[in-house]
């Protein structure tokens, strides 16, 4: 289990060294950045679909699930990511790689829990408006990166052999830094503003999942979750320089309070454990105030935030020893998202398709997991912009045995 953890570690060092931004969204402007977690990739995979009680796999999503653990569980997974932006004129690509999620899960008996270490939202941009031609003309360049992390702590108990209860703490932290340049045409100087803010809260989460048979091999998964609402408080620097003049102009530091609203999710599914699954998610989250005094604008606003999603996987014979392709688990689902933002009076939809295997270890429950997923977020209407994006991604997941006394005859 040490050589797993060791190369998992190298492997997530990769991830990291190797990711500038977590995102190439202009959307992620707004708030806090756009929402990177979307659950680990074998649920991820069923477009967020996450109500069976797995003893294989780490849910983070619903702390109840560490209850169901047989094996202490390590996964690490990461992503990387095209798109294509475009709006009624013009397209760019654009593309990163990132890391995704670090997370431990482990078995006590009736308790479960887990930790970890997820990215919660990343912010990268990068926008020009270069009138150089125009004499006179005003020339502008905004660019961020930074994002919120989270760590967190969980703890699940099985009330019954079908019924679980759990809670976890969440510690957000992180940095967002933006930078806009502006200067005219035919003009040396300019003007630069750099603004900095350290994010950082706390939040706490509850779930619950039950299952039961239904007809012969076929069980009813359901799961509930909710989120509390909750405060990041952001401590905020902002700089202003001027070309020419040796002496920037800092203001006097100031704190905002971001609200992040209350979500619940919902679950229900049927199938037969370890061999198919259908089921569906659906996610409802209040209206946030995530306006900073550097991003708020009179044609945005923030809304209530809904996702719909369909998914499952099938198993063609789990126990199979004489075909390595029956043991792989095949998975898919679909989604649909109102993200909670509003710009000049349209509401930011994204629309994906998810596709996905588990490719399991020979002699071991551990497996290594690839997921693809496709769609679109936005609308070029009202001078929007359309994200057309493609992301592969790659995670491990270790099972094993710790704190097992030995026994010597």
């Avoid at 790689?97 to 970890?116: H, S």
């Avoid at 200067?183 to 503003?193: F, H, L, Q, Y």
């Avoid at 039950?210 to 007809?215: G, P, W």
């Avoid at 002496?247 to 198919?276: C, F, H, Q, S």
Wanted: with cysteine.
């Amino acid at each position: 289990m040490i050589k797993k953890i060791i190369i998992s570690a190298c492997l997530l060092i990769s991830f990291v060294s190797f990711a500038q931004q977590g995102t190439a969204s202009p959307y992620s402007f707004y708030g806090i950045g756009d929402a990177r977690f979307k659950g680990t990739l074998e649920y991820r995979s069923m477009g967020g679909v996450a109500v069976e009680q797995d003893s294989t796999h780490l849910n983070i999503d619903n702390p109840s699930s560490y209850a169901s653990l047989m094996q202490t569980t390590f996964t690490v997974g990461g992503s990387f990511g095209t798109s294509t932006l475009k709006n009624s004129n013009q397209s760019e690509k654009a593309q990163r790689a990132t890391f995704d999620y670090l997370a431990v899960g482990i078995p006590m008996g009736k308790f479960g829990a887990a930790f970890g270490l997820v990215p919660l939202s990343s912010v990268g941009y990068k926008i020009l408006n270069n009138n150089s031609d125009v004499s006179g003309a005003t020339n502008s360049q905004f660019e961020g990166k930074g994002g919120v992390n989270k760590v967190f702590f969980g703890l699940g108990y099985k009330i019954m052999p079908n019924w679980n209860i759990g809670a976890d703490a969440q510690y957000n932290f992180g940095q967002i830094t933006t930078t806009s340049v502006e200067g005219i045409t035919d003009v040396a100087s300019a003007t630069r503003e750099t603004n900095q803010s350290e994010l950082s809260g706390l939040n706490f989460n509850i779930g619950t999942m039950y299952q039961r048979k239904i007809y012969k091999k076929m069980s009813l998964f359901t799961s509930l979750s909710y989120t509390f609402a909750s405060t990041l408080r952001s401590d905020n620097e902002r700089i202003i320089f001027v070309s020419g003049d040796p002496d920037p102009y800092e203001y006097p530091k100031t704190e905002t309070d971001l609200k992040l609203p209350n979500k619940l999710t919902i679950g229900v599914g049927v199938g037969e454990a370890r061999k198919w699954l259908v089921g569906t998610t659906l996610a409802f989250q209040g209206d946030g105030q995530y306006a900073n005094y550097y991003n708020s604008s009179d044609d945005v606003r923030y809304e209530k935030y809904s996702k719909y999603a369909i998914g499952g996987y099938y198993i063609p014979n789990y126990t199979s020893f004489s075909s390595y392709f029956s043991r792989i688990t095949y998975r898919a689902g679909l989604k649909y998202e109102k993200i909670g933002l509003v710009i000049n009076n349209q509401s930011i939809n994204d629309v994906g398709m998810t596709l996905g295997a588990g490719f399991p270890i020979t002699g071991q429950f551990s497996n290594v997991n690839l997921g693809l997923e496709f769609g679109k977020r936005g609308t070029t209407d009202a001078g929007l912009i359309q994200e057309n994006y493609f992301n592969f991604s790659l995670s491990f997941s270790f099972n094993d045995r710790w704190f097992v006394k030995s026994k010597f005859n």
